[in-house]
């Protein structure tokens, strides 16, 4: 059964640095093709990819939040850890980590969110 | 980049009544590149399909998607009452990034 579970601090202060860990059962992130996205949801709005990291340790990075986020695996802890700079309390969201693997053909791949954690909310207030 | 708009906001119909759910692409994609979430409130997004109309696993036969070009649809052909639900088109880029349209509500009449 595959599970992935959101873990981190529920508050973090304006300036703060947040930093997230997504720990994972069921799959592994080594085989090619396999990677983990992170995605956030504020509070009533729609969903924001942030980040993806891929079993060849690419990484991929929504372009509005780049220079913010930094995204690392431990592959041999199946872990993927997302590091959020400079929180602002528009920040303030439910963050989830998502297994992406891969679909399609050689010169036609593409990938998808397929099992979700449960998300862990993270506030930023002073 | 592509920015995704999705049709009704909120979409009223009774248990056992056919669903469409539109998703509207800014530029052309590729219809591979498209996937449909289901999300119930307090819960995390659920995969429905993904690649070229795949159901994900578990996934009921009375969802399907189609579409092409910049039009997509998710249809539900006979509601349940555990279709009730928000309902998000993601689209994969070359970029490579995903994008999310802003969501369509399903609720009941």
């Known amino acids: 059964q595959v599970t992935l579970r959101e873990s981190g601090p529920a508050l973090v202060k304006p300036t703060e640095t947040l930093t997230l860990t997504c720990t994972f059962s069921?799959?592994?992130?080594?085989?090619?093709?396999?990677?983990v996205s992170w995605i956030r949801q504020s509070p009533g709005k729609a969903l924001e990819w942030l980040a993806r990291i891929d079993w060849d340790d690419d990484k991929y990075y929504t372009p509005s939040l780049e220079t913010r986020l930094t995204v690392s695996k431990d592959t041999s802890k199946d872990q993927v850890v997302l590091i959020m700079a400079n929180m602002d309390p528009v920040d303030t969201a439910t963050y989830y980590c998502?297994?992406?693997?891969?679909?399609?053909?050689?010169?036609?791949?593409?990938?998808?969110?397929?099992?979700w954690g449960k998300g862990t909310t993270v506030t930023v207030s002073s | 980049e592509i920015v995704l708009t999705q049709s009704p906001g909120t979409l009223s119909l009774s248990p056992g009544e056919r669903a469409t759910l539109s998703c509207r692409a800014s530029q052309r994609v590729a219809d591979h590149y498209i996937a449909w979430y289901q999300q119930k409130p307090g819960q995390p997004p659920r995969l429905l399909t993904h690649?070229?109309?795949s159901r994900a696993a578990g996934v009921p036969d009375r969802f399907s998607a189609s579409g092409s070009v910049t039009d997509f649809t998710l249809t539900i052909s006979r509601l349940e009452p555990e279709d009730f639900a928000m309902y998000y088109c993601q689209h994969y880029g070359h970029a490579p990034i995903f994008t999310f349209g802003p969501g369509t509500k399903v609720e009941i009449k």
């Open positions: 069921g799959f592994s992130l080594a085989p090619a093709g396999m990677c």
């Open positions: 690649g070229e109309s």
């Open positions: 998502a297994r992406t693997p891969r679909g399609g053909r050689p010169g036609n791949y593409y990938y998808y969110m397929d099992v």
